[in-house]
C-alpha cells in the first residue's frame, strides 16, 4: 500500500500550488480521499475531503473558497488545488484513505509534502 504526494514546495503569497497523491495497492476507488496539514507546532488538521465516488467534499473553514479537493478514480490520484495562499498554509500536506465497513475502518497515510508560503 502507498500514498505518494507531490507537487509541494515555495510559493509567494497570493500564488496557487496543485498537489497530487497517487495511491497503489488498494481499492482506491471504494476509499474516501481527504488531505491533511501540520504546521510546526501545532496538531495534524483536516483540510478538505472527498468521497469515493467524488459525489461529495467538504472543507476547513481557513480553506474554504482558495482550495479544491478533486479525484480521478482511473489514475488513483486526489489532487488538492490550491489558490490565493497564505503564510498560514505553510504546513506538510498529507494525503490520507480511509474506508469504514461496520466496525472495521482501515486508514493509510502519505509520507508528506512541504508547503512553505513566503510573504
Known amino acids: 500500500v502507498q500514498l505518494v504526494e507531490s507537487g509541494g514546495g515555495l510559493v509567494q503569497v497570493g500564488g496557487s500550488l496543485r498537489l497530487s497523491c497517487a495511491a497503489s495497492g488498494f481499492a482506491f476507488s471504494t476509499y474516501d480521499m481527504s488531505w491533511y496539514r501540520q504546521a510546526p507546532g501545532k496538531e495534524r488538521e483536516l483540510v478538505a475531503a472527498i468521497t469515493s465516488a467524488g459525489g461529495s467534499t467538504n472543507y476547513a473553514d481557513p480553506v474554504k473558497g482558495r482550495f479544491s479537493i478533486s479525484r480521478d478514480n482511473t489514475k488513483k490520484t486526489v489532487y488538492l488545488q490550491m489558490n490565493s495562499l497564505k503564510p498560514d498554509d505553510t504546513a506538510v500536506y498529507y494525503c490520507?484513505?480511509?474506508?469504514?465497513?461496520?466496525?472495521?475502518?482501515?486508514?493509510?497515510w502519505g509520507q508528506g509534502t512541504q508547503v512553505t508560503v513566503s510573504s
Open positions: 490520507n484513505a480511509v474506508r469504514v465497513a461496520g466496525i472495521l475502518k482501515d486508514t493509510h
